[in-house]
């Protein structure tokens, strides 16, 4: 392909007209997931925050220990399983304990929540 066709090519990609058609024909779907990734969250977070009343954690800490569970749902949703999983929670724990979190409570939630087991 030569320069001019790819120009060409990529000024009708960038057409605002194109555009608004092939977001428009994805809206749907993107809502849809959207919804699904939503829900999932919020169920995540219901349960972080029994395991850390249970657990008797300071709620100041609670985001924190949010933002910890949101980085396993990313590791859980990129790695299916096995001992990739396993190896990242172990260097997640470690670097959240350096960040002043409890060892004991982030095993909780990566074992209880996420299913993750402990090594």
């Known amino acids: 392909m030569d320069a001019i066709r790819a120009a060409a090519a990529y000024d009708t990609k960038l057409n605002p007209t194109r555009v608004g058609e092939d977001i428009t024909a994805l809206k749907g779907d993107m809502v849809a997931q959207y919804g699904i990734s939503a829900v999932t969250a919020a169920g995540d977070e219901d349960a972080v925050r029994a ?3 249970v657990e008797g954690e300071p709620v100041l800490d609670y985001p924190f220990y949010y933002a910890f569970s949101r980085k ?13 999983v396993q190896a990242e929670t172990i260097l997640l724990v470690a670097l959240w ?23």
């Open 51 to 53: 395991m850390l009343g």
């Open 97 to 119: 304990k350096s960040r002043g979190l409890t060892e004991n409570t982030l095993w909780a939630i990566a074992t209880g929540v996420f299913t993750i087991p402990a090594p």
């Open 72 to 84: 396993l749902r990313k590791l859980l949703q990129t790695y299916i399983g096995g001992d990739v």
